[in-house]
C-alpha cells in the first residue's frame, strides 16, 4: 500500500522559513517523480514544485521559484521541501504527491497533507 | 501559463442523476488533462487522466472526454459517496494547473 506522510508543518512568521519532508512508502520510491501540491484555506489547488526520479531535474512554480527548493533522498525514501522568506500568502496545507509514472505528470497517490501557517 | 476554467463552479444534484462538468483550458493541452475528487478535509482522489483513461479502482459511472482546449466529465448516475468538489489539471506543459474546482452539492 502506497503511503505517504508529510510532516515538518506548522507557525511561522513572516520571513521565516520550515522544512518539509514526506517518508513514502509502498512503492519504489526512487523510480517515480514527486511533486508538492498547495491548498490555502478555503481555496483552490496550486502545483508548486516537482522533482525527477533521481533528482536531476526540479520545477518550480513562479510563485515560489527562488524561495522554495524541493529535494529527495532517495535512500531514505523522503522527499523534502525547504520553504524560505515565507509569505502571509503561504499559509495552506502542502501535500506530498506521487507521480503516475506515464508520459505527463499526474497525482496518483496524495499524502493527508501537513498545515502551515504564516502569520506574526 | 495556462489557465483552466471550470463550469459551473457549483452544482446542485439528486441521486441518480447525469452530471457533466466542463473545463477549458486557455491553450491546446492535446489530451494531457486529469480530474480528480475531493471530499472535504481529505486529500484529492486522482479519477480520471489523459482526458479518457478512468484511473484503477475508479467507478465507471465516472468518464472523461476532450481534446484540444475543453474537456468533460460525466457521472452517469449520481451517488451519495459523488458529492465533492472536482478539479481539472492540465499535464501539458509546467507550470501544470488546476482548475478553480465545481462542488457537486446535493439538490
Known amino acids: 500500500e502506497v503511503q505517504l506522510l508529510e510532516s515538518g508543518g506548522g507557525l511561522e512568521q513572516p520571513g521565516g522559513s520550515l522544512r518539509l519532508s514526506c517518508a513514502a512508502s509502498g512503492f519504489t520510491f526512487s523510480s517515480y517523480a514527486m511533486n508538492w501540491v498547495r491548498q490555502s484555506p478555503g481555496k483552490g489547488l496550486e502545483w508548486l514544485a516537482g522533482i525527477t526520479s533521481g533528482g536531476g531535474g526540479t520545477y518550480y512554480a513562479d510563485s515560489v521559484k527562488g524561495r522554495f527548493t524541493v529535494s529527495r533522498d532517495n535512500s531514505k525514501n523522503t522527499l523534502y521541501l525547504q520553504m524560505n522568506s515565507l509569505r502571509a500568502e503561504d499559509t495552506a496545507v502542502y501535500y506530498c504527491?506521487?507521480?503516475?509514472?506515464?508520459?505527463?505528470?499526474?497525482?496518483?497517490?496524495w499524502g493527508q497533507g501537513t498545515l502551515v501557517t504564516v502569520s506574526s | 501559463d495556462i489557465q483552466l476554467t471550470q463550469s459551473p463552479s457549483s452544482v446542485s444534484a439528486s441521486v441518480g442523476d447525469r452530471v457533466t462538468i466542463t473545463c477549458r483550458a486557455s491553450e491546446d493541452v492535446s489530451t494531457w488533462l486529469a480530474w480528480y475528487q475531493q471530499k472535504p478535509g481529505k486529500a484529492p482522489k486522482l479519477l480520471i487522466y489523459a482526458a479518457s483513461t478512468l484511473q484503477s479502482g475508479v467507478p465507471s459511472r465516472f468518464s472523461g472526454s476532450g481534446s484540444g482546449t475543453d474537456f468533460i466529465l460525466t457521472i452517469s448516475s449520481l451517488q451519495p459517496e459523488d458529492f465533492a468538489t472536482y478539479y481539472c489539471q492540465q499535464a501539458n506543459t509546467f507550470p501544470l494547473t488546476f482548475g478553480g474546482g465545481t462542488k457537486v452539492e446535493i439538490k
Open positions: 504527491t506521487k507521480d503516475t509514472g506515464l508520459l505527463r505528470t499526474y497525482f496518483e497517490y
